[in-house]
Structure formats: C-alpha cells, structure tokens
C-alpha cells in the first residue's frame, strides 16, 4: 500500500492506497466525486481531464501516487454547491455546448487551462486545435468552440 495526502477541490485527503489507483478511480470511487469521467482509459477522449497543480492532466492516465502532495482541480472545485455557476459552465450552458453532457466535465476543465495559458480572446482556430485532446460523439463541437469563446471572454470579468 501506498499513503498519499492530496488537496482536493481545497480540502486535504489522506489515504492509503493500492500504488497502481489511477487518479480518476481516487476521485471517483475513494472521494466519490463522479463529475471526472472515463471515457476510454487510453488517454484519448479528455473526459477524465482535471487540474493538478493548476495545469491540466487526463486522470485515466495519472497515477494517484504521483499526485501525492499535489492541488487538484476537478469540475465539483469550479463552483461551490450552490453558489452561481463558474463563468466557462455558464458559457456552455448559455451557448448550448452539450448535449448527453458526458465530455463536458473534460471539456470545461481543459477550456479553464487553455485560458490560464493563453487568456481571455481565443479565436476559433486556437481552440479547436486545443480541444484535440478531448473527444465529443454528440455536438459537432461547433457550440463547445462557442461556448469556449464565451466563456474566456467571461472569466476575464471580475466575479
Ligand atoms: Fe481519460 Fe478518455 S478516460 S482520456
Ligand atoms: Fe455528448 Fe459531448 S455532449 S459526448
């Protein structure tokens, strides 16, 4: 067994793990915060993808143990129960950027990072070349570039 203590979302989790947990299944099963999703544990779809130490990583292909001591983000830290939406889930909400919703946990949380590198005025190009990473069956992702767009432009406003 292998102990970790990982931030998480703010709080610190301390425990002692089977070395070879992937990050995605600490967060989903140990923490139960199963906004992070698997959509192919080949490191192909983005579903899983969440914030360690601020940059973003597909968690399917993370181990836990190379997380210990890290800051983690997943979609749940974005915006607390109950209080208004992140700007960038706005922005997918207000601009239709989801369908079924399944890779939009990914998607949010790879537009977050593509915004912390390279700020509030993405055109259209840039993001689509940034979202090659991260897989959609359902929208023709037209409306995720839109709602990336908005949302970039959003975050740049204070809250
Ligand atoms: Fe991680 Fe698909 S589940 S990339
Ligand atoms: Fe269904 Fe993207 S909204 S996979």
């Given at each position: 067994m292998?102990?970790?203590?990982?931030?998480?979302?703010g709080?610190?989790?301390?425990?002692?793990?089977?070395?070879?947990?992937?990050?995605?299944?600490f967060l989903?099963?140990?923490l139960?915060?199963?906004g992070?999703?698997?959509g192919?544990?080949t490191?192909?779809?983005?579903a899983?993808?969440?914030?360690v130490?601020g940059?973003?990583v597909k968690s399917?292909t993370?181990l836990t143990?190379?997380?210990?001591?890290?800051d983690?983000l997943?979609i749940e830290?974005?915006?607390?129960?109950g209080?208004?939406?992140?700007?960038?889930?706005?922005?997918?909400?207000?601009?239709h950027?989801?369908?079924?919703?399944?890779?939009?946990?990914?998607?949010?949380m790879?537009?977050?990072?593509?915004v912390?590198?390279?700020?509030h005025?993405?055109?259209?190009?840039?993001?689509?070349?940034?979202?090659?990473?991260n897989?959609?069956?359902?929208?023709?992702y037209?409306?995720?570039v839109k709602?990336?767009?908005?949302?970039a432009?959003?975050?740049?406003k204070?809250a």
């Open positions: 292998a102990k970790v203590s990982i931030t998480v979302n709080t610190v989790h301390s425990a002692n793990i089977d070395p070879r947990t992937l990050l995605v299944q989903r099963e140990n139960r915060l199963t992070t999703h698997v192919c544990d490191s192909q779809c983005g899983c993808v969440v914030h130490n940059k973003a399917c993370t143990v190379m997380a210990d001591g890290a983690v997943t830290g974005l915006a607390a129960d209080a208004p939406l992140h700007p960038m889930q706005e922005a997918f909400r207000e601009n950027g989801l369908q079924c919703g399944f890779c939009t946990p990914g998607m949010i790879t537009a977050v990072d593509l912390n590198r390279k700020g005025d993405l055109d259209d190009h840039t993001i689509r070349e940034e979202l090659e990473g897989l959609c069956r359902c929208t023709g037209h409306n995720i709602s990336i767009a908005a949302g432009k959003a975050m740049a204070p």
